[in-house]
């Protein structure tokens, strides 16, 4: 077979692919919706028709609209992009405002193909001129039998190429499966690069009532499958569940902040995620202490105990406040070395707290060391915050003294 007859044959399925289009666009938009609330302005421009197949407007048009419907994107119109178009191409080239529109209103192959071809530097520049977020370039080839489209995402912001997107397939599956795929990798792609602000978005919404916390939930677990169990992106789930716990208690919810607060606490144990403190930090809660805290009020101090180890271990954060947390807790077990060496950890960060230093104090009067448990109502005295704890400590070591 000649490559014109090809062509030829290809061109007499082309019109019925166009229909089936438009088909393929109604059923998309019913089936595929990701449902956030931020979305993210993209210019995309028309594709390099290598396959000559006249899909250099139409796969940019489905793509506009598919995900336009993920409600992720805010796609630019194709008429304000071909509006723009003239302020990034040079002089030297085809002026677009000197080429007319075809009597359907359509742009001429000339218009097409000269956009196609623009570098990521120009289509970056178009895309800050419109104030997008991304901007998108691709080919559509013809490997044999194969159609492939390759796909180049353009971060305005960042002023560079932020990856590339690739799907392949029959001819027939050009309506029915490949621009599905396109749409769904593009989608993942973003917001895998954006799931941690658009995490921290969605407990915003949350807290502002604007979210319930099935739908808040909801999306967050659809934000951790696609970046593949990220640290950070769990560390967000176990915040909305202890959000709702502050509401309500809910011995379910305090489950999953168990299983959330451990699985975080391992992978920190192996390789520290920033962005765990980020999350955790911005929240406001404690999230392992919360966790310990689960577990001594059910009457688990060993477990208790033992997550706060490991917080000390791996978590930069609150160590005075763990260590004392966890000299309580061997108080309570009657581990009294134990918790005078937490205690004493915890004095090593913050000496400043008068209620360690009083619990020193007392273990040390009650097994009569007389000089050490001065020596902490001392440092009671020093750091006393009322006229009743100053009161207290001058009467506990005049007593010593006498």
């Known amino acids: 077979m000649t490559v014109s007859t090809g062509i030829t044959l290809l061109s007499g399925r082309i019109i019925s692919i166009k229909t089936t289009l438009i088909i393929f666009i109604l059923l998309f938009f019913v089936t595929h919706k990701c449902e956030a609330k931020k979305s993210y302005k993209i210019v995309i421009m028309p594709f390099r028709d290598y396959a000559q197949i006249n899909m250099e407007e139409m796969v940019p048009d489905i793509l506009r609209s598919t995900l336009k419907q993920t409600g992720y994107f805010d796609p630019v119109d194709r008429e304000i992009i071909y509006e723009k178009i003239s302020t990034v191409i040079p002089s030297d080239m085809i002026k677009i405002d000197n080429v007319k529109k075809g009597i359907d209103g359509s742009w001429t192959a000339d218009q097409v193909d000269l956009m ?13 001129n419109m104030k997008a977020d991304y901007a998108l370039k691709g080919n559509i080839s013809l490997i044999g039998s194969s159609l492939r489209i390759d796909t180049e995402i353009i971060g ?7 990856g590339f997107v690739t799907v392949e397939g029959s001819l027939e599956e050009l309506s029915s499966n490949i621009l599905n795929k396109l749409s769904v990798k593009i989608t993942n792609f973003c917001r895998n690069l954006n799931a941690y602000d658009d995490a921290l978005s969605i407990i915003g919404l949350y807290n502002q009532g604007q979210y319930t916390f099935d739908v808040s939930e909801k999306k967050l677990k659809e934000i951790l499958l696609i970046t593949n169990d990220a640290v950070g992106i769990r560390a967000s789930l176990m915040v909305l569940y202890l959000s709702k716990i502050r509401k309500e208690e809910d011995s379910l919810l305090e489950d999953k902040v168990i299983v959330e607060g451990v699985m975080i606490l391992r992978h920190l144990d192996q390789n520290f995620e920033e962005k765990v403190l980020e999350v955790f930090s911005t929240s406001g809660f404690d999230p392992f202490d919360e966790v310990a805290k689960i ?12 997550i706060y180890k490991k917080t000390i271990s791996v978590y930069p954060m609150n160590i005075a406040g763990h260590y004392k947390d966890l000299g309580l807790i061997y108080l309570e077990e009657g581990a009294e070395d134990e918790a005078i060496d937490a205690f004493e950890k915890s004095l090593d960060t913050n000496q400043g707290d008068y209620e360690i230093n009083l619990i020193l104090a007392s273990i040390y009067e009650k097994r009569n060391l007389p000089n050490k448990a001065s020596e902490y109502f001392e440092k009671c005295l020093r750091h006393a915050r009322n006229i009743g704890e100053i009161n207290l400590a001058k009467k506990k070591i005049e007593e010593l003294r006498n």
């Not at 577990?295 to 033992?306: Q, S, V």
Request: hydrophobic share 30%; no cysteine; proline share 0%.
């Open 295 to 306: 577990f001594h009020k059910r009457g688990d101090n060993h477990k208790a105990a033992e």
């Open 116 to 128: 196609s071809r623009l570098d990521t530097k120009k289509i970056q520049r178009l895309g800050k």
């Open 156 to 162: 305005v912001k960042a002023r560079k190429t932020l």
